[in-house]
């Protein structure tokens, strides 16, 4: 895996994962919980080894890649939402990167947030799901969301009203800007999607065949 193109393509699957439960929650209130603590783990991974250490390995972002493939191969008018879910995090990331004192903020945050729990691992984030959605998404609102244009979410207002589902979307757009500065790290950026779409595909794949 030492091209650069599988790095930008694991990150931008990590992005496309998180970008998915949004409109799961937006729509119906919930979304698949497996996925939403795969995001949520990623986020207090912050020292990874490796580019797939940030998930705990490929397998982990097998949804992500997938979706990514369609995103990049496919007719985008069906994605419309998708899309701008994804393209406005890297959009709000590519300003947060740039901000050291909003950076410091939010892994201070992050490690307060680590300190009332013994370990960060599946039990505990399964076990304190609810109580994690609020802590990451009061990060998302404090720090992150006054960088930029707010994203709007579309979906049902009787969903959308509902607190803990407000925070749920707000965590996994945390997800997805943490997947973000990852992908600018291994050298991703927002021209690649338009000139490089191909060989970022051919990467997606690649990976896809390595899980299956």
Known sequence: MNNKYHHIAIALA???????LIPQLANTGVCNRTLYQISLKSIF????KTTDDVY???NNIKTGLETLITLLSSSQKQQVELLRYLFGTLSITGKLIKNNQALDKIDQRLQRISGLYSAMNDEIIGDHVDDLSYSLAGIYSDI????STKIKVVGKAEYLQNTLVQAKVRASLLGCVRSAILWYQVGGNRLQILFSRKRINNAAQELLKEIN
């Open 14 to 20: 990590g992005v496309t994962q998180s970008a998915t």
């Open 45 to 48: 991974n912050t020292s990874p």
């Open 56 to 58: 705990d390995g490929i």
């Open 144 to 147: 992150i969301s006054p960088l």
